[in-house]
Structure formats: C-alpha cells, structure tokens
C-alpha cells in the first residue's frame, strides 16, 4: 500500500548562515523555509512561533537543552523588538546563556557574523 507524502518536522543538521529573511520566512543552505526557526549547535529547526505570540520558557526548550554548547542566543523578535520576560531571561542566565532580543532582521545579521567567526551562537528567529 502507498504511504503518500511523509511530512516531518523541518530539521536542517548542520550550522549554516542565513542567506535571507522576509515574506514569512528564511532561505539557507540552497533551501527555503516558510515560517520561524531555531538556529542551534545541532542543527536549524522549524519553530512554532509567529510574531506576537508569548514567549515563553517552553518555546526555548530545544535551545535549554543544548546550552553547554551556547554562549550568546540572539532573539529576532519579529518585525519589533520586544523584551524577553524575566522568567526566560532567569532560565538562560542560569545555563550560563547570554540571551539578546532584537528585530528579527538585526538577529540575521548579528547571528551570521558571529556564526562566521565561530562564535559559541544560537538564534530563535520568528518569521517576519
């Protein structure tokens, strides 16, 4: 019997720059993705999150998890900046996780040149 289109859940396994952002979504690695990611040590991840949503300690679970291999998160925010709650921020801070929101598309660029010189970076980038 044929199985039909499989959709799994958009993971990239591998560390690359973002090549462009817009139109609600991100280009990287010759590929496109509609909607937001997490750009993590193990690899770039779909991200349930659109613009305005809460963010909340369960939506960086995934970035949680990996920070012994994170010193900087960069939070593209959307189209605005909007700070982190404190609760996130403590949840960071005491994994030893430096966290920066910005806009989404000054999270691109600061994520790219670090990511360019090796830095210990993640990015959680909602979708603009």
Same mark, same amino acid.
């Given at each position: $019997?044929?199985?039909?289109?499989?959709?799994?859940?958009?993971?990239? +396994? /591998?560390?690359?720059?973002?090549? @462009?952002?817009?139109?609600?979504?991100?280009?990287? !690695?010759? $590929?496109?993705?509609?909607?937001?990611?997490?750009?993590?040590?193990?690899?770039?991840?779909?991200?349930?999150?659109?613009?305005?949503?809460?963010? @909340? @300690? &369960?939506?960086?679970?995934?970035?949680?998890? &990996?920070? !012994?291999?994170?010193?900087?998160?960069?939070?593209?925010? /959307?189209?605005?900046?909007? +700070?982190?709650?404190? &609760?996130?921020?403590?949840?960071?801070?005491?994994?030893?996780?430096?966290?920066? +929101? $910005?806009?989404?598309?000054? !999270?691109v660029r600061t994520f790219n040149i670090m990511l360019s010189e090796s830095r210990?970076?993640?990015? !959680?980038?909602?979708?603009?």
């Amino acid at each position: $019997m044929a199985k039909g289109i499989e959709i799994r859940k958009a993971h990239f +396994p /591998g560390r690359a720059p973002i090549d @462009t952002y817009g139109n609600g979504g991100f280009r990287f !690695a010759d $590929m496109s993705h509609r909607g937001s990611l997490l750009c993590l040590p193990s690899g770039i991840y779909g991200w349930d999150l659109v613009e305005g949503d809460a963010l @909340t @300690t &369960e939506h960086f679970q995934k970035v949680l998890d &990996e920070a !012994a291999q994170i010193e900087v998160l960069l939070v593209g925010t /959307g189209a605005e900046l909007r +700070p982190l709650p404190a &609760e996130l921020k403590a949840a960071l801070r005491a994994r030893q996780i430096s966290s920066d +929101p $910005m806009n989404t598309g000054a !999270a691109v660029r600061t994520f790219n040149i670090m990511l360019s010189e090796s830095r210990a970076v993640a990015a !959680a980038l909602i979708a603009v």
